[in-house]
C-alpha cells in the first residue's frame, strides 16, 4: 500500500466516517499536524458556526477560541463581512450581536441609544 499524504489520509477518513477519527476530533486540530495554525483554525470555526446558524451562546465560544489563539477584533469581524456573500447577509446580521457580546461590545444598547451605528 502506498503512503498517503496528510490530506488525502484525512479526507478519505472523513469520507467514510472513521470511528477513530471523530473520537480524536478529527485529528485535525492545530498542533497535531494540522497545516492551519490556532489562529487560522478558530476564525474557520467562527466562520461555521455563522453559517450553520449557531446559537449566540456557541458564537460566543468560538470568538473567545480565536481571542485566545491571537485573532483581533478586527480579524473576527472581517470573518463575518467575509462570510456574508456566501452565507446570506441575514446569517451575518444574526449571528452579530452574539459576536459583539464575545467582543466586549454591547451592539444593542448602542442601537437603543442612537438607533444607528
Known amino acids: 500500500m502506498s503512503q498517503m499524504a496528510r490530506f488525502q489520509e484525512a479526507?478519505?477518513?472523513?469520507?467514510?466516517?472513521?470511528?477513530?477519527?471523530?473520537?480524536?476530533g478529527f485529528e485535525l486540530g492545530p498542533?497535531?499536524?494540522?497545516?492551519?495554525d490556532a489562529k487560522a483554525?478558530?476564525?474557520l470555526q467562527v466562520a461555521v458556526?455563522?453559517?450553520?446558524?449557531s446559537s449566540?451562546?456557541?458564537l460566543q465560544w468560538s470568538a473567545a477560541r480565536a481571542r485566545a489563539a491571537g485573532a483581533t477584533q478586527?480579524?473576527?469581524?472581517?470573518?463575518?463581512?467575509a462570510n456574508a456573500p456566501v452565507t446570506g447577509l441575514g446569517r451575518a446580521v444574526s449571528a452579530a450581536p452574539g459576536?459583539?457580546?464575545a467582543l466586549d461590545y454591547d451592539v444593542e444598547a448602542l442601537?437603543?441609544?442612537e438607533n444607528d451605528c
Not at 479526507?11 to 480524536?24: D, P, S, T
Not at 498542533?31 to 492551519?36: C, F, K, M, N, P
Not at 478586527?74 to 463581512?81: A, H, P, Q, Y
Open 11 to 24: 479526507l478519505c477518513r472523513l469520507a467514510i466516517f472513521h470511528e477513530g477519527f471523530a473520537k480524536a
Open 111 to 113: 442601537l437603543e441609544e
Open 56 to 58: 449566540a451562546v456557541c
Open 74 to 81: 478586527d480579524e473576527i469581524t472581517d470573518v463575518f463581512l
Open 41 to 43: 483554525a478558530a476564525l
Open 31 to 36: 498542533g497535531q499536524g494540522s497545516a492551519l
Open 49 to 53: 458556526a455563522v453559517a450553520l446558524r
Open 99 to 101: 459576536a459583539a457580546t
